[in-house]
């Protein structure tokens, strides 16, 4: 089983940045749309972004311009660059692995995001 363990979540003013990290315990962006949700308090989880095996993102219109994925292949790594942080922002950010064809759906344990002066 697949296991997506994120990281570098915290707490930060508004406007400044952070980096998201999710680790793959295997090597599996070659077959497997990775993304990045986030859940705030009250509110339905929503996507952020989506990087296909063959590298084409997708963006949320509300991060366009802020939020950059990326990936690390050798590294089996996935990215979240936040910049410009808002405290709208603030929520639990979760990675996914996705495989439709096959049904499979992955999710981390998420990380806590606090956006606040």
């Known amino acids: 089983q697949v296991q997506l363990v994120e990281s570098g979540g915290g707490l930060v003013q508004p406007g400044e940045s952070l980096r998201l990290s999710c680790a793959a315990s295997?090597?599996?962006?070659?077959?497997?749309?990775m993304g990045w949700y986030r859940q705030a308090p009250g509110k339905q989880r929503e996507l952020i972004a989506t990087i296909t095996p063959r590298g084409s993102t997708n963006y949320a219109d509300f991060v366009k311009g802020r939020f950059t994925i990326s990936r690390d292949n050798a590294r089996n790594t996935l990215y979240l660059q936040m910049n410009g942080l808002k405290p709208e922002d603030t929520a639990v950010y979760y990675c996914?692995?996705?495989?439709?064809?096959?049904?499979?759906?992955?999710w981390g344990q998420g990380t806590q995001v606090t956006v606040a002066s």
């Open positions: 295997e090597s599996i962006f070659s077959i497997y749309i």
């Open positions: 996914n692995a996705e495989r439709p064809v096959f049904r499979l759906n992955l």
